[in-house]
């Protein structure tokens, strides 16, 4: 999966919790993404940041936040506030480099079950 | 914003026959589309892309193909195998959107069954 790590594969919580899903990447990629991905549809994107101590919010942000204090690093919460939570999650890296072409790399997600 | 189109939602193919995913895009500002293949459980993994610039790009049995003035891109499976089974993105991108970010836009997928 292109030195990206998601943890864990899968995750249970009950309803109410808040819980933070993983993503470490070892590509020196400055850009990170998170994505929530629904059954039979495409990636929405949540939250992406580009350097270190930057985040911006996605098309579905409302009921996550994110933070991004080590450019390896790019966990996602899961607020009690998210109102369908449960879905499959995916993490992804780029790099801002000029001249590369920004390729999306993915990690190999976290499904979350909360019931 | 981008909204990009894909079809068939399911496509299932003999072990050898070709198989062809269209999509279609709004953005005309948009200058990058990337295939990716997601199997079972996994993340996608990028499988080919193609950028404004050019019509046509090939990798082995993969190809795809770019109508800027349709908005429309395609992939062209050559040859298929049953490993070959797996769900298919595509996607686009503009240089940058509205809000400054080198986002990506999805289909919705195509569920490609290769029958041995």
């Not at chain 1, 070892?26 to 400055?30: A, P």
């Not at chain 1, 506030?81 to 939570?85: H, L, T």
């Not at chain 1, 001249?99 to 920004?102: F, L, M, V």
């Not at chain 2, 709004?26 to 200058?31: I, R």
């Given at each position: 999966d292109g030195g990206i790590t998601q943890s864990p594969k899968y995750l249970f919580r009950k309803e109410g919790q808040n819980v933070t899903l993983s993503c470490e990447q070892?590509?020196?990629?400055?850009a990170m993404y998170w994505y929530r991905q629904d059954p039979g549809q495409g990636l929405r994107l949540i939250y992406y940041s580009q350097i270190v101590n930057d985040f911006q919010k996605g098309d579905i942000a409302e009921g996550y936040s994110v933070s991004r204090e080590k450019k390896e690093s790019f966990p996602l919460t899961v607020t009690s506030?998210?109102?369908?939570?449960t879905a499959f999650y995916l993490c992804a890296s780029s790099t801002r480099q000029a001249?590369?072409?920004?390729e999306q790399y993915f990690g190999p997600g976290t499904r979350l079950t909360v019931t | 914003g981008e909204n990009v189109e894909q079809h068939p939602s399911t496509l299932s193919v003999q072990e050898g026959d070709s198989a062809v995913i269209k999509c279609t895009y709004?953005?005309?500002?948009?200058?990058y589309f990337p295939w990716y293949k997601q199997e079972l459980g996994k993340g996608p993994q990028l499988i080919i892309d193609i950028r404004s610039n050019v019509g046509e790009k090939k990798d082995q049995r993969i190809a795809v193909t770019l109508n800027k003035t349709a908005k429309h891109f395609s992939l062209h499976i050559t040859e298929?195998?049953?490993?070959?089974s797996a769900v298919y993105f595509c996607a686009a991108r503009r240089r940058l959107d509205e809000a400054g970010r080198r986002a990506l836009t999805f289909g919705s997928g195509t569920r490609l069954q290769v029958q041995p």
């Open positions: 070892n590509l020196n990629h400055d506030a998210q109102k369908n939570p001249g590369n072409s920004y | 709004s953005d005309s500002a948009s200058n298929t195998q049953p490993e070959d």
